[in-house]
């Protein structure tokens, strides 16, 4: 997994939710996210502006963060964004700080290899889940996961159940769908004439 530099600055959290909502808001409109560390000896409360953390947000890949609030460098993992509803702007982030020893979960991405056979056939394959959460040491987690389709025939489909990633502890459903080579209509037109 890569590594991506970002710099925070630390910040004081108001009193009262008033003081809070004024203090967030001028934080927003100067270009600046308010941010969370969680998973340390105690929660950490910083601000990352908008362009440092663009190319950590808009990308396919996933990241390893290496924070550094106002000195202070620690590993962590983007656990959680809060986009705007109507503009998509970041309203927040939450990071999670990893160790060698404690395991994290993370949404990979998904990668088909291969020809299928039921493609050869006339099928389509198609993609359902972009994403497997997995859980395991961050050190140990893959940019990646590569999931090969050339056995995958017509009218066939891939369960998270079935497949196995060494050191890595699949999250989702057993019976969810990753992938399908689906019947499309020439292919259907072809097994009526065969009949």
């Known amino acids: 997994m890569k590594t991506f530099q970002l710099e ?3 910040r004081e959290v108001a009193a009262t939710s008033a003081d809070q909502k004024r203090a967030l808001k001028a934080l927003r409109k100067n270009q600046e996210i308010p941010a969370v ?20 947000v808009y990308s396919p890949e996933i990241f390893v963060v290496e ?88 009218g066939k489909s891939m369960q998270v159940g079935s497949l196995h990633f060494e050191g890595l502890e699949l999250m989702n459903a057993k019976n969810a769908v990753v992938c399908a080579v689906q019947l499309t209509r020439a292919a259907r037109g072809a097994q009526a004439k065969a009949n």
């Open 67 to 154: 924070l550094n609030i106002d000195g202070k460098k620690t590993m962590a993992v983007v656990k959680d964004i809060q986009f705007q509803p109507v503009t998509d702007a970041i309203m927040h982030m939450d990071f999670m700080e990893v160790s060698d020893s404690k395991p994290v979960a993370m949404e990979v991405p998904v990668v088909l290899t291969g020809h299928a056979e039921g493609v050869k056939a006339g099928g389509k394959l198609t993609l359902r889940m972009r994403k497997l959460k997995v859980k395991a040491i961050y050190t140990q987690i893959p940019e990646k996961l590569t999931i090969n389709v050339d056995h995958l025939g017509l």
């Open 8 to 10: 925070g600055k630390g």
């Open 37 to 56: 560390l969680y998973g340390g000896e105690k929660v950490t409360h910083f601000v990352v502006t908008v362009d440092s953390v663009r190319k950590l």
